[in-house]
Structure formats: structure tokens, C-alpha cells
């Protein structure tokens, strides 16, 4: 799809960055950051590219970098220091690079790609293998993504090639069914990036022998009563990037708590803002690791 195609609200903005829209909004007033298009109704509108720079302003904000000094950068400049913060994290992390694994799905050759990773995959399994090796290699390709080093075919092809080896290895994965398995329902709600790490929860949950509900597709939250009249369950994995913790928000989990009688709530990916007044059995987490360090303290 052509960028120009490509429209996006101020709340689309929110969603895939973690920042707020009337952040956004005084980022724009104050700094400059976005110059949008407006509709005839005065409604803002965003391209790609300006998709693109939100994303990495909020990548350096949220490594330190304040607001005002990354304003005096030009979007070159932003990209420029986007790298250098993640080569960075790369060389702080481990031996793994992923950069050198990426140029295998460049040219789009699937099968070179996968083959680059199976061997990481034999060594250490799917759950390793993915927290420190295939969700640092998305991180990659997302941010190169963002800085213009990749396409979105190229970052697109290489976060379905990875899907594709994570919907195997739940295929293939045995599991003992038990009485006292703990119930939960996953409901994704956003068509975002990180549609990867839900389909990984749904394999470590099961790993771990819950009884998971996964529908596979995008629902609204309403659809959570409607999931539980059909089969109870205890526990409600969200992905909340579609989230704003508005107080309207903040209210519908908390009831959702007290009318289904759920034990916990685990939003999956939060990158924004949470406000105040949520129940203590509203979790939530950030990345992969995070999330699975929070389902192995249930058991």
C-alpha cells in the first residue's frame, strides 16, 4: 500500500507509540514535532512517515532523552540517534547481533531466513529462543523499520516468518490435560506489532498447562462477557496497546473484575500510561520477559 493511503488518526498515534494524545498534541503545539493534514471537519490526519517519527521520538523519550532536545533534531537526525541508543542496547544485551540475521530476509527468502534460526530453535526451544533471540530480532527489524532501513514489506515478511514458526511449534506442542488446569481467555484487541509476542503467551500458557481461550482474531472487549457466558474462566489476558486509561476505561475492567469474579486481569505490551484508581488484580507487562516472569509467579 502506498504511503499517501496510509491515513492515521491522532489516536492510531497513541496506540502504537504508548504516548498520550494530548501529549501529542502539546508536542505539536510546543515543538513542532507533527505537522498534520486536517479533514474538513478539523479532524487530524497523519502519514506514515509522520507514524514513523512519533515512534522514534517516543523510542528516545522513554530512553531518556528529553523531549526538548530531541525537537532541535531534524527527522534524519532523530533516526540517526535511534540507532545509536539500540546498537547500544545491542551491545549491552549479549553476543547475539541480530542485525547479521536480518540481511538473510532482505531479499525475501524465506526459507534462508528460517533456516538461520533453527538452530536456535534446536538448542535452546521455542520459549528461549524467543525471548532472547527472535522478539530481540522483531525489535530489530521494527526499529530499522522505522528509521528507513527497512521497508514495511521487508519488516512485514520477517514478523510473518517468525508468526509461521511460532503457530508450528504450538501445533506440535503435547499437552497433558489436568483437572485443576487454571482457565483463561486471551482478547486481542489491536491489529499492532505485537501480534507475535500473543500468539508466543498463547504457547507459554499452555506450556504451563492453563486451558486457554484464543480466539486468533481482533475483538472488541465487549466480546468478553460473551466468551465467558459459553465458558467460564478465571484469568483475562489482554493486549492493551488499543487501551487508553481514560475513566470510562478504568471503570468497565474494574466491574469486569467484580461481575466475572476474575483473579487476575494481565494486559500484555503496555507501553502508555495507566492512570490511578485500578483494582490490584489488574496487571500489567511490558515485553515478553516480563510476561513470563508474571504467569510462572501464578503457579
Same mark, same amino acid.
Given at each position: 500500500?502506498? =504511503? ?12 502504537? @507509540? ?21 479533514? $474538513? ?6 502519514? =506514515? ?22 525537537? #532541535?533534531? $531534524? ?15 545491542? =551491545? ?30 534446536? =538448542? ?34 520477517? #514478523? ?5 514458526? &511460532? &503457530? ?26 505485537? $501480534? ?53 476505561? &478504568? ?27 485500578? @483494582? ?20
Amino acid at each position: 500500500m502506498e =504511503e499517501e493511503f496510509n491515513v492515521f488518526s491522532i489516536k492510531d498515534l497513541e496506540n502504537f @507509540s504508548g504516548i498520550k494524545a494530548h501529549t501529542i498534541r502539546i508536542w505539536e503545539k510546543r515543538y513542532r514535532i507533527l505537522v498534520p493534514e486536517r479533514t $474538513d471537519s478539523n479532524i487530524r490526519t497523519y502519514n =506514515e512517515s509522520e507514524l514513523k517519527k512519533i515512534l522514534n521520538v517516543a523510542y528516545l523519550n522513554r530512553n531518556g532523552i528529553k523531549i526538548s532536545k530531541i525537537a #532541535r533534531l $531534524d527527522e534524519d537526525s532523530i533516526a540517526q540517534k535511534v540507532m545509536e541508543v539500540n546498537s547500544r542496547k545491542d =551491545e549491552a544485551g549479549a553476543e547475539f547481533q541480530p542485525g547479521k540475521i536480518l540481511m538473510s530476509a532482505i531479499r525475501f527468502n524465506s526459507d534462508s531466513f528460517k533456516e538461520s534460526l533453527l538452530p536456535l530453535i534446536r =538448542e535452546y526451544g521455542i520459549e528461549k529462543a524467543y525471548l532472547n533471540y527472535l522478539f530481540p530480532l522483531l525489535e530489530k527489524s521494527r526499529i530499522l523499520w522505522q528509521t528507513g532501513s527497512l521497508s514495511r514489506a521487508q519488516e512485514q515478511f520477517i #514478523r510473518n516468518c517468525i508468526r509461521q514458526i &511460532i &503457530i508450528v511449534e504450538d501445533n506440535e506442542l503435547k499437552v497433558v490435560a489436568l483437572k485443576s488446569m487454571k482457565s483463561l481467555a486471551m482478547i486481542n484487541t489491536s491489529g499492532n506489532l505485537s $501480534d507475535n509476542n500473543f500468539l508466543f503467551y498463547k504457547y507459554a500458557l499452555r506450556k504451563r498447562n492453563f486451558d486457554v481461550i484464543f480466539t486468533g482474531g481482533i475483538l472488541p472487549s465487549s466480546e468478553v462477557f460473551e466468551i465467558y457466558k459459553i465458558k467460564p474462566f478465571d484469568y483475562l489476558i489482554v493486549n492493551s496497546n488499543a487501551f487508553d486509561f481514560a475513566s470510562k476505561k &478504568i471503570g468497565y475492567f474494574n466491574n469486569l473484575i467484580k461481575s466475572l469474579r476474575l483473579k487476575k486481569i494481565i494486559f500484555t505490551d503496555f507501553i502508555g500510561e495507566t492512570g490511578s484508581s485500578l @483494582s490490584d488484580k489488574i496487571v500489567f507487562t511490558k515485553d515478553p520477559p516480563s510476561f513470563i516472569r508474571f504467569i510462572d509467579s501464578l503457579n
